[in-house]
């Protein structure tokens, strides 16, 4: 069974910042695309960035470039997402998800359930 576990979520002030986890089990963590996709009240699910099986590939959302950064440590099955410079706007509930290399949620096999993370202005 696998499970995708977040953490690290919680209210911050804007220019604040926060550090996400994502701990994986039950699956060949090394052998997956890692990313993070944030929803919203009433928006839809979007894409913040992703990271390949070597930790050297990257993707990262427009809307986060030069604030968020995602790293893994495949010893640890471990996806890390640090948040600097929050915005309100960031102000979400924040989902990692396990799958195949892409920004679009279709790509994702395996989703945890999401952790909150708000930005007070």
């Known amino acids: 069974q696998v499970q995708l576990v977040e953490s690290g979520g919680g209210l911050v002030q804007t220019g604040g910042s926060l550090r996400l986890s994502c701990a994986a089990s039950?699956?060949?963590?090394?052998?997956?695309?890692m990313g993070w996709f944030r929803q919203a009240l009433g928006k839809e699910r979007e894409f913040v960035v992703a990271?390949?099986?070597?930790?050297?590939?990257?993707a990262t959302a427009d809307s986060v470039k030069g604030r968020f950064t995602i790293s893994r440590d495949n010893a640890k099955n471990t996806v890390y997402l640090q948040m600097n410079s929050l915005k309100p706007g960031d102000t979400a509930v924040y989902y990692c998800a396990a799958g195949g290399w892409g920004t679009t949620p279709a790509k994702y096999d395996y989703w945890g359930q999401g952790t909150q993370v708000t930005v007070s202005s």
């Open positions: 039950g699956l060949t963590f090394s052998r997956y695309t």
């Open positions: 990271v390949g099986v070597s930790g050297t590939s990257r």
